[in-house]
């Protein structure tokens, strides 16, 4: 069963940066494709970047040009840094482990952006 664990949330000021982690519990290289997601309240979970095992990326056009995913294949990790945060930004990240047929979750971390 894989595991992955978020982290590297809070809160901060509109203009603001934060990088979350997600720790996998496996090697990451053998899931088709990590990404993270997130869903504000009242809202439905969302897709905000992906990376593939190849190494190819996408980014979803809301964070365009401020979300950069990368990922450190000796420690297992995806990271997703976030820069000029927006109060719409704010939501619960989560991140996903896509492993060519089965889907893994995170537990999920808060991000709060104020104005």
């Known amino acids: 069963q894989v595991q992955l664990v978020e982290s590297g949330g809070g809160l901060v000021q509109a203009g603001g940066s934060l990088r979350l982690s997600c720790a996998a519990s496996?090697?990451?290289?053998?899931?088709?494709?990590m990404a993270w997601y997130r869903q504000a309240p009242g809202k439905e979970r969302e897709l905000v970047v992906s990376?593939?095992?190849?190494?190819?990326?996408n980014v979803a056009d809301s964070v365009k040009g401020r979300f950069t995913i990368s990922r450190d294949n000796a420690k297992n990790t995806v990271y997703l840094q976030m820069n000029n945060l927006k109060p719409e930004d704010t939501a619960v990240y989560y991140c996903?482990?896509?492993?060519?047929?089965?889907?893994?979750w995170g537990q999920g971390t808060q991000v709060t952006v104020s104005s």
């Open positions: 990376i593939r095992s190849g190494g190819s990326t």
């Open positions: 496996g090697n990451i290289l053998s899931f088709r494709v």
């Open positions: 996903n482990a896509d492993s060519w047929g089965s889907n893994y």
